[in-house]
């Protein structure tokens, strides 16, 4: 199928969406299921210092680009837009080794979400929890419930509000504690670790880059592919390092606050900015958990125009993101399945290293890179050259 004529008509896909849509994409799954309450940040670049930690998330950023340049550029080329399709092609029958970690893993963030829905709408407005965590999956299941329009609208829109608000935390942050952040910045600190903690990172949060496959779509050319996967690195940790660095005011001792974000915004003392600041978090949960669930409804999508040729209607979506909501952040946390995947989540991680990453940067490179029998008489192309093409 031709991505283009598919989904665009006659105008074709824009700029955005060839180019930034898949960043701002990728953004969303790392972001809400990651550091946007700055824990991440404490626990995985803190414990190298400030210049190590520094390091370690240009390498994720690195990571990030590669296998989302190579992962769209392999879904354009077997016009593969959900996973299930893209792992059939790159592991053939290990396709649902994949998919049965993809179904634990949607299981804990969707339970995690809930959550930190709960706890916020509980801090914002001294509510119950459950009606925090209820909002949140009813927001999911209605922006899941219209597909792909509705979710590449709120990828795009809640990324405007995101990088807005921490741009405007780091200008707040550095007018009150600039000069705690420089004179730390200079402070000795041990390096130690800063590669293990990137690559420990990036392995975390890869599995976005098959989460968004959907918005790969609209890419025109296998050139678009690489680029828009380069790009999708930094606009995925750009926040991160903004963020990052106003944490560097008060190390070492941030690294131990549960919820490094919430200390911070008490530090500023502006109570208007920090509830802006908690609604940026709920609009990233949401934008997280929609993009999960969206890629569940669209590899059941593709399965049912493959048998009977015709799409999931949008009441379908709305019914099995609402079952999948329930299921997740209830009856998991309830039977403590969450702790049980949660002591696991490293273990999920290699995994997804092991059938996602290894056999992309292997059998995937290879393909993309491999010429047809009536290119032989060409001359030979490198590996980068290969997969622009």
Same mark, same amino acid.
């Given at each position: 199928?031709?991505?283009?004529?598919?989904?665009?008509?006659?105008?074709?896909?824009?700029?955005?969406?060839?180019?930034?849509?898949?960043?701002?994409?990728?953004?969303?799954?790392?972001?809400?299921?990651?550091?946007?309450?700055?824990?991440?940040?404490?626990?995985?670049?803190?414990?190298?210092?400030?210049?190590?930690?520094?390091?370690?998330?240009?390498?994720?950023?690195?990571?990030?680009?590669?296998?989302?340049?190579?992962?769209?550029?392999?879904?354009?080329?077997?016009?593969?837009?959900?996973?299930?399709?893209?792992?059939?092609?790159?592991?053939?029958?290990?396709?649902?080794?994949?998919?049965?970690?993809?179904?634990?893993?949607?299981?804990?963030?969707?339970?995690?979400?809930?959550?930190?829905?709960?706890?916020?709408?509980?801090?914002?407005?001294?509510?119950?929890? $459950?009606?925090?965590?209820?909002?949140?999956?009813?927001?999911?299941?209605?922006?899941?419930?219209? %597909?792909?329009?509705?979710?590449?609208?709120?990828?795009?829109?809640?990324?405007?509000?995101?990088?807005?608000?921490?741009?405007?935390?780091?200008?707040?942050?550095?007018?009150?504690?600039?000069?705690?952040?420089?004179?730390?910045?200079?402070?000795?600190?041990?390096?130690?670790?800063?590669?293990?903690? %990137?690559?420990?990172?990036?392995?975390?949060?890869? $599995?976005?880059?098959?989460?968004?496959?959907?918005?790969?779509?609209?890419?025109?050319?296998?050139?678009?592919?690489?680029?828009?996967?380069?790009?999708?690195?930094?606009?995925?940790?750009?926040?991160?390092?903004?963020?990052?660095?106003?944490?560097?005011?008060?190390?070492?001792?941030?690294?131990?606050?549960?919820?490094?974000?919430?200390?911070?915004?008490?530090?500023?003392?502006?109570?208007?900015?920090?509830?802006?600041?908690?609604?940026?978090?709920?609009?990233?949960?949401?934008?997280?958990?929609?993009?999960?669930?969206?890629?569940?409804?669209?590899?059941?999508?593709?399965?049912?125009?493959?048998?009977?040729?015709?799409?999931?209607?949008?009441?379908?979506?709305?019914?099995?993101?609402? %079952?999948?909501?329930?299921?997740?952040?209830?009856?998991?946390?309830?039977? %403590?399945?969450?702790?049980?995947?949660?002591?696991?989540?490293?273990?999920?991680?290699?995994?997804?290293?092991?059938?996602?990453?290894?056999?992309?940067?292997?059998?995937?490179?290879?393909?993309?890179?491999?010429?047809?029998?009536?290119?032989?008489?060409?001359?030979?192309?490198?590996?980068?050259?290969?997969?622009?093409?």
């Amino acid at each position: 199928m031709n991505p283009v004529s598919a989904t665009a008509g006659n105008a074709g896909p824009s700029w955005f969406q060839r180019f930034l849509l898949p960043g701002f994409a990728f953004k969303a799954v790392v972001i809400g299921g990651g550091y946007a309450t700055g824990r991440e940040l404490a626990e995985f670049f803190l414990p190298s210092g400030p210049w190590g930690g520094l390091a370690a998330m240009l390498l994720a950023t690195l990571l990030w680009s590669l296998i989302c340049a190579v992962t769209f550029a392999f879904a354009h080329k077997m016009g593969t837009f959900e996973y299930r399709s893209f792992f059939e092609k790159l592991l053939g029958p290990g396709w649902i080794a994949f998919e049965i970690g993809y179904v634990l893993f949607v299981t804990l963030i969707l339970a995690v979400f809930g959550a930190a829905a709960g706890a916020i709408g509980s801090a914002m407005f001294g509510l119950p929890p $459950i009606i925090g965590t209820l909002f949140l999956a009813a927001s999911i299941a209605l922006f899941a419930t219209f %597909g792909n329009a509705s979710v590449e609208r709120l990828f795009k829109y809640v990324s405007f509000l995101l990088y807005g608000v921490y741009a405007l935390f780091m200008v707040l942050a550095l007018s009150d504690f600039g000069d705690l952040i420089a004179t730390n910045f200079r402070i000795p600190a041990p390096s130690d670790g800063w590669a293990l903690g %990137g690559l420990t990172y990036a392995s975390y949060n890869v $599995i976005g880059a098959v989460v968004i496959l959907p918005v790969v779509r609209h890419m025109t050319s296998r050139r678009d592919a690489v680029i828009s996967g380069i790009v999708a690195g930094p606009l995925a940790m750009a926040p991160a390092i903004l963020f990052f660095i106003c944490m560097i005011a008060f190390y070492p001792a941030i690294m131990h606050e549960t919820l490094p974000s919430d200390f911070m915004l008490k530090q500023l003392e502006l109570p208007l900015f920090h509830l802006l600041f908690q609604a940026m978090i709920f609009a990233a949960l949401l934008e997280s958990g929609t993009g999960s669930v969206h890629a569940i409804n669209e590899r059941i999508d593709a399965a049912m125009r493959a048998r009977w040729h015709r799409p999931l209607s949008n009441r379908a979506r709305g019914i099995i993101a609402a %079952g999948m909501l329930i299921g997740c952040m209830f009856v998991a946390d309830r039977f %403590g399945l969450v702790a049980l995947i949660s002591s696991g989540y490293r273990a999920l991680a290699y995994i997804f290293l092991a059938i996602y990453v290894v056999p992309l940067l292997t059998i995937g490179v290879f393909r993309l890179i491999r010429r047809h029998p009536a290119e032989k008489k060409q001359a030979p192309q490198g590996v980068v050259e290969g997969i622009i093409s």
